[in-house]
């Protein structure tokens, strides 16, 4: 019954344990699926579920039928060509951090787009290369087909090492580890595991972009300086690369440098003016586009390349080449690092994805998401492009610019193949360094990312640390092995927080039903004898070593030892009552010699097991009080308490290592006569205990309690009806409610409730 009281209630309801309240209250025979009727649903075929599966297959079936062309046509034309233009920079661009021709980029910024159309499901993202995944997998193409011969170790042995060029093998490395990501992502999909992107935090995502970020930026130090510079991939490669850069810094192009740095001039700027005053421009600045055409036509009419030595892009490819296969012997040696840009590809994909989605309140499904990324990189690779995801910086320009849908998506596509067979001969006359400022200057919000490092320490400092730990293992270690081991920190540090959880002693506040902390508030108040003990994580083997000594903390005293100087003084007390040595009078126990000729050394070594055992006076004519005075010689630590509340609502699970530790950790207490309850788990909590054959004569399922003011009123009113004049049966069938007076006793309260509030 509730009674309600202006910003006030009042529950009167029975003290409830889980064995009373299943009596009152009865569960509903629910029937729970097994893997083998899982399995039958899964392979089961109707019309229904076939236009399901064929819809999600192919999500364009959904949306395009609905498209509102007077509405957003034109919005998707001009997000189309914008985004179009930039895909062209781009491809170009991050084509330099796969070490590969900056011609074949192109291809990486049509073909993904074009499969992504069909099967992707969010509306705003702008499909193709990304710099961090052009990096990882510029890294694997250096190691794979490195520009010396005598390093050329993994790939001398594959079909394409003879008679073919350094950048065709090089653009085959590449195919081939992009089909091979593709071919796990698409798996990944098929078995429906898109929740492997949650084993990458926002954190741990934010470090690795912002590692990536500085991989790329010294990677183009040698286009930006036109240094010839070795190819570094092992552990602590980017400073192998700064040692070689700054070692021949004499020999830089000075054209390039001065070039490349009023190129990152313009481009910074002008993007902080498109940043600044988004909400005033139509669309944003196509700065890109500017200074290429700008720095095209310059390097054109002063012909930078003969007078200036400078690079170019040079003679360019018309039109698409035929399709390739890939290198299977490629595959075997790259298939951690295609796991990891497939890995990291979906990962920077679905987060950009789904903030979309939340913007537009639409629908994105991870694994139709990682099916349509696997079939574009596959598709890409087989034609000679090179890994996609999302770029932020060009995705932002298709939403900003008005994009509805893919088809803003399409005719980007449609732009960038324009460039592929008509007009790409224009862009020969393009510096290098050009193309990498470009680059650099997509890494701006990539860069800020340092600044993440204060707002993570102000609000979780675990966050914080696994952001520096992963910045630092990307940079020392490389983008493939600093993100497993970027990975591997994070779960520890999820181990860590459950292997040593914050237990704490828990007392009532403001005599209500409410306990806190007791070292948090000032108004508390803890029964005389009762403790309560909170352990705010899951029990299982790594921790629960961890939470008996905390127990063992928080209550002053272990109750194995108090259980071996009770059955040590047992034993004594039997002696001396078999020798007639030992009298009891209702003041105590009376001894009738001076002392003992057995010591505690002799008793431990007689029958140690012994001291475990339950405390067994059945076979004395009289009881002892362990916290009486004792016959003189025979000491026992004397403890207040006796009553244990375990608050487990925090605890989720328990394994079966945790499970034999929690029961001899009940044992202990109940056989030094502390009654111990639980509260706060849940119904599957306690079927698993029985399942796993828990319960027994001495741990029954009766100490279990709905919440810990049960518990507490349950102990109260044990203590006082263990001297009234009520028989057992009597109190059962009393129906009271209770309240907890100021002197820490139970006062009896009616509580007249009115009929509309009785539930």
Known sequence: MIESMGNQYIVARPVYSKNTFGEEHKKKDRSHKTFLDHLKECFSCSSKKAKRIALSLFPVASWLPAYRIKEWLLSDIVSGISTGLVAVLQGLAFALLVSIPPGYGLYAAFFPVIVYFFLGTSKHISVGPFPVLSMMVGAVVVRIAPDTSESATEFSNSSMSNGTTLDEQRVMVAATITVLSGIIQLILGVLRTGFVVIYLSDALISGFTTAAAIHVLVSQLKFILQLTVPAHTDPFSIFKVLHSVFSQIEKTNIADL?????????????????????????????????????????????????????????????????????????????????????????????????????????????????????????????????????????????????????????????????????????LEPLQKSVLSALALGNLKGMLMQFAEIGRLWRKDKYDCLIWIVTFVCAIVLGLGLGLAASVAFQLLTIVFRTQFPKCSTLANVGRSNIYKNKKDYCDMYEPEGVKIFRCPSPIYFANINFFKQKLISAIGFSPLRILHKRNKALKKIRKLQKKGLLQVTPKGFILTVDGLKDSDEELDNNQIEELDQPINTSDLPFQIDWNDDLPVNIVVPKINLHSLILDFSAVSFLDISSMRGLKKILQEFIRIQVDVYIVGTDDDFVEKLTRCQFFDDEVTDSIFFLTIHDAVLHILMKKDYGTSKFSHSQEKEMKHDFTINTNGGLRNRECQVPVETKF
């Open 258 to 426: 001065v070039t490349a740095l009023i190129i990152l001039l313009v481009v910074f700027v002008v993007k902080e003016i498109n940043q600044r005053y988004k909400a005033k421009l139509p669309v944003p600045i196509p700065i890109e586009l500017i200074v290429t055409v700008i720095a095209t036509g310059v390097s054109y009419g002063f012909d930078f390349k003969n007078r200036f030595n400078a690079a170019v892009i040079g003679k360019m490819q018309k039109g698409f080449q035929s399709p390739i296969a890939p290198d299977v012997e490629v595959f075997q040696n790259t298939i951690g690092d295609s796991f990891a840009i497939a890995v990291v590809g979906f990962a920077v994909a679905f987060s950009v994805a789904s903030v979309y989605s939340l913007k537009y309140d639409y629908p994105v499904d991870g694994n139709q998401e990682l099916i349509a990324f696997g079939l574009s990189n596959i598709v890409c690779g087989f034609f000679r492009g090179f890994a996609s995801s999302t770029a932020l910086s060009r995705s932002g320009v298709q939403e900003s610019t008005g994009g509805k849908t893919q088809i803003a998506g399409i005719l980007s596509a449609i732009i960038v193949l324009i460039v592929i067979v008509a007009i790409g001969f224009l």
